[in-house]
């Protein structure tokens, strides 16, 4: 199974609010949040992110709402996961992309549309953290305070090129160091065994990482994705850790892809099929070559698991060029 994913921009759902008629329901929880979450004592601020917030310093029922970075930052943490969302996915287990990490099937919280939270299903499952990823916290994808009502809020950041950094940061705050040293030094391995394996075959060619849209592509200048590729050995001509999301390219823009060696392309279907991009796609000189490696796009985001599941389609896409 192919578990790298894409998306033009990380802002890839649209806003979605539940239905109005829960609103009540919530009220009446907040009445009882005193009794029902952890002592105001036993908690503590948590400002990695542009908000500080107050979050429980010792969770015992944790659920993430997207489940991508939020979920991974949550099983790393060695949070006790009792629930996560996971729209993006809705035939495969919650959690697939992190394999042992995910100790045994987690429910799936419903989404709806993508940012449609069930709150009705949330409450009960009596959560005392919610986690959330903080770009959709910060613009409000999934009603900030409705979810304040039943649980607090962290908001996880997954700095698209910072990821390392983000996740060592994030977890040294909470004072969980999790499993994510042990993780890094299989990841450090990955990576030298790649270079070690493929020093002939990467030496200055260039990749580009894209998705697959209707009618175009979106060139990717930074994250997860093109930091991986960069640390095996990678040139990325459009890397650019400035830029948030990527650019588009329409077919008559292809051109400006002539110097590319290979393609990682991101579709979102589940197909491993590249979409009909038209006849200038067609000539391009890695197109005509076969050096086109399609993946999932679906899994994005994250920290140190989903690295290692990038690596892996990094490898497999260099051997195109052997």
């Known amino acids: 199974m192919s578990i790298i994913a894409s998306d033009v921009s990380r802002r890839r759902f649209g806003f979605g609010l539940a239905a109005a008629g829960l609103g009540a329901a919530l009220a009446a929880c907040s009445t009882d949040e005193a009794s ?15 908000d500080s917030v107050d979050i429980p310093r010792d969770p015992q029922r944790v659920v993430s709402i997207q489940g991508r970075a939020d979920l991974e930052f949550g099983l790393l943490a060695g949070y006790p996961m009792v629930a996560s969302g996971a729209s993006f996915l809705p035939t495969e287990p919650v959690g697939v992309q992190f394999g042992s990490l995910v100790r045994e099937e987690l429910p799936r919280l419903g989404l709806g549309d993508g ?21 959709g916290y910060e613009v409000d994808w999934y009603g900030n305070d409705r979810l304040r009502q039943i649980a607090p809020i962290a908001p996880i950041s997954d700095n698209f090129i910072g990821w390392r950094e983000d996740l060592t940061a ?17 990841y450090n391995a990955d990576v030298t065994s790649i270079r070690s394996e493929l020093s002939g075959v990467l030496s200055g060619k260039r990749l580009a990482i894209a998705a697959a849209g209707d009618g175009f592509l979106g060139l990717q200048h930074n994250g997860i994705q093109v930091s ?25 823009n292809f051109e400006r892809l002539a110097d590319i060696d290979l393609m ?15 006849p200038t796609w067609d000539l391009l000189p890695f197109v005509r070559a ?33």
């Open 115 to 135: 940012t449609e939270v069930d709150y009705e299903q949330l409450l009960k499952l009596e959560p005392d953290l919610i986690l959330v990823p903080s770009y």
């Open 170 to 186: 994030q977890l040294a705050t909470l004072g969980r160091p999790g499993v994510g040293p042990e993780l890094f030094a299989e």
């Open 290 to 322: 076969g050096h086109v490696h399609v993946v999932d796009g679906r899994f994005n985001q994250g920290f140190v698991v989903t690295a290692r599941n990038h690596l892996n389609e990094i490898r497999t896409a260099a051997a195109l060029l052997s």
């Open 264 to 278: 990682i392309l991101q579709v979102n279907d589940g197909s491993g099929k590249v979409p009909d991009l038209g």
């Open 228 to 252: 991986t590729a960069m640390d095996v050995g990678f040139v990325v001509p459009n890397f650019d850790p400035t830029v948030d999301g990527g650019l588009e390219l329409a077919p008559e």
């Open 36 to 50: 029902s979450a952890p002592d105001i004592d036993d908690r503590f601020a948590f400002g990695y992110s542009q």
